[in-house]
């Protein structure tokens, strides 16, 4: 078979796939449902807004969980409902993966150039053009830089007479802890823990979108993609929506080969967004000999002095495990030895993606 004979199967094949789809936009991660799958961690959010609402007085919330879990869509759902009231705040949306500085931060919301400007006078017109009351959501703060170390525009937020309210959205279970102590007295943050989904929640979200999106729905089929989503990827429902879309649009994969490819999908994209640092800890983790944390912390830093980085201490180590596994990169496994406990380090991705990642980073 020649190029064009591939191209040609392979646009027929796809041509055919697409009769089974109703509407792509379901399957797009960015899509936010009219009714998303409702959980008991959105409520003490709903009520710290609606209480801000009405006193004026904000409450910060610091919403946790593994990514995947329905963090961000459940706070944007929130979002659309709550503008539609009378008495609604301003409210400002910002992902700290793409300006990932307090500086780089009031400039995206000024929409101004970030050259040429102190961060008091961004902070100086921010608060001038939002005199009212405001809520600031934060996705993927525990993203921002190393840089900023301190955080400043967390620390403005806290002192502001304006009183603005802020949503910070993290993956890193551990990122309160690493707050300077000045942001944290004056923040005081309520922490919202949003758990993994079971498999019954991810099989109604794989029913509903496969009702808006397809013109046949198998649950048997929804229940499979369900099993394995839990099973092996930290219930991170973005893989089982991108393999429901696959098996609408080449079904001949099956399911398994669409999930594998799925998960491929998502994993190389979460690698090639990690920092240096990171990507590290999981290179020591695929070379170590022993799965266990202490023997890969050991190699980690031999690699890292190799490849001209400062490696982090044995707690923020640590911590970065967690964070890693809340991406669903690696599952900490609490094992028995002897007569004392230790976790060993279990990676969910294949080796050839993070080698891939690794080439291009380190070559």
Same mark, same amino acid.
């Given at each position: 078979?020649?190029?064009?004979?591939?191209?040609?199967?392979?646009? &027929?094949?796809?041509?055919?796939?697409? %009769?089974?789809?109703?509407?792509?936009?379901?399957?797009?991660?960015?899509?936010?449902?009219?009714?998303?799958?409702?959980?008991?961690?959105?409520?003490?959010?709903? #009520? /710290?807004?609606?209480?801000?609402? $009405?006193? !004026?007085?904000?409450?910060?919330?610091?919403?946790?969980?593994?990514? !995947?879990?329905?963090?961000?869509?459940?706070?944007? =759902?929130?979002?659309?409902?709550?503008?539609?009231?009378?008495?609604?705040? &301003?409210?400002?949306?910002?992902?700290?993966?793409?300006?990932?500085? =307090?500086?780089?931060?009031?400039?995206?919301?000024?929409?101004?150039?970030?050259?040429?400007? +102190?961060?008091?006078?961004?902070?100086?017109?921010?608060?001038?053009?939002?005199?009212?009351?405001?809520?600031?959501?934060? #996705?993927?703060?525990?993203?921002?830089?190393?840089?900023?170390?301190?955080?400043?525009?967390?620390?403005?937020?806290?002192?502001?007479?304006?009183?603005?309210?802020?949503?910070?959205?993290?993956?890193?279970?551990?990122?309160?802890?690493?707050?300077?102590?000045?942001?944290?007295?004056?923040?005081?943050?309520?922490?919202?823990?949003?758990?993994?989904?079971?498999?019954?929640?991810?099989?109604?979200?794989?029913?509903?979108?496969?009702?808006?999106?397809?013109?046949?729905?198998?649950?048997?089929? %929804?229940?499979?993609?369900?099993?394995?989503?839990?099973?092996?990827?930290?219930?991170?429902?973005?893989?089982?929506?991108?393999?429901?879309?696959?098996? /609408? %649009?080449? +079904?001949?994969? !099956?399911?398994?080969?669409?999930?594998?490819?799925?998960?491929? #999908?998502?994993?190389?994209?979460?690698?090639?967004?990690?920092?240096?640092?990171?990507?590290?800890?999981?290179?020591? $983790?695929?070379?170590?000999?022993?799965?266990?944390?202490?023997?890969?912390?050991?190699?980690?830093?031999?690699?890292?002095?190799?490849?001209?980085?400062?490696?982090?201490?044995?707690?923020?180590?640590?911590?970065?495990?967690?964070?890693?596994? +809340?991406?669903?990169?690696? %599952?900490?496994?609490?094992?028995?030895?002897?007569?004392?406990?230790?976790?060993?380090?279990?990676?969910?991705?294949?080796?050839? $993606?993070?080698?891939?990642?690794?080439?291009?980073?380190? !070559?």
């Amino acid at each position: 078979m020649d190029l064009r004979e591939y191209i040609q199967q392979k646009s &027929k094949k796809l041509e055919t796939g697409s %009769l089974y789809i109703r509407d792509y936009r379901v399957f797009d991660f960015n899509y936010i449902p009219q009714k998303p799958l409702m959980r008991d961690e959105i409520r003490p959010i709903a #009520d /710290a807004i609606l209480r801000y609402m $009405t006193t !004026g007085i904000p409450n910060h919330l610091l919403i946790i969980g593994s990514r !995947g879990c329905g963090k961000t869509v459940l706070v944007k =759902s929130l979002i659309q409902t709550l503008s539609k009231e009378p008495s609604s705040p &301003k409210f400002l949306y910002v992902n700290c993966r793409h300006h990932n500085t =307090s500086f780089k931060i009031l400039a995206d919301l000024l929409q101004v150039r970030p050259r040429g400007y +102190s961060l008091d006078e961004l902070w100086s017109q921010f608060q001038s053009r939002h005199p009212g009351p405001l809520v600031l959501v934060l #996705d993927e703060v525990d993203l921002i830089s190393e840089k900023d170390r301190n955080k400043d525009l967390l620390y403005l937020l806290s002192r502001s007479e304006n009183n603005y309210m802020s949503l910070m959205l993290s993956n890193n279970p551990r990122f309160h802890t690493l707050l300077d102590s000045s942001v944290k007295s004056t923040l005081q943050p309520e922490v919202v823990h949003f758990k993994n989904y079971d498999a019954e929640q991810v099989f109604s979200i794989l029913q509903h979108r496969a009702r808006l999106g397809l013109r046949e729905v198998r649950d048997d089929q %929804l229940r499979h993609i369900a099993a394995l989503t839990v099973r092996n990827t930290n219930s991170d429902v973005r893989v089982g929506i991108k393999t429901l879309y696959f098996c /609408a %649009l080449e +079904s001949e994969s !099956g399911v398994e080969g669409n999930f594998q490819r799925a998960r491929r #999908d998502i994993a190389r994209d979460i690698l090639a967004d990690l920092n240096d640092k990171n990507l590290i800890i999981l290179q020591a $983790t695929q070379q170590c000999e022993s799965p266990q944390v202490k023997p890969v912390y050991g190699l980690y830093r031999r690699l890292s002095h190799q490849y001209r980085e400062t490696p982090f201490s044995y707690v923020y180590f640590y911590s970065n495990l967690s964070y890693l596994q +809340s991406l669903g990169l690696i %599952l900490l496994i609490s094992t028995k030895i002897g007569r004392s406990y230790t976790n060993r380090i279990q990676p969910l991705f294949e080796p050839e $993606t993070l080698h891939s990642i690794w080439q291009a980073r380190f !070559g």
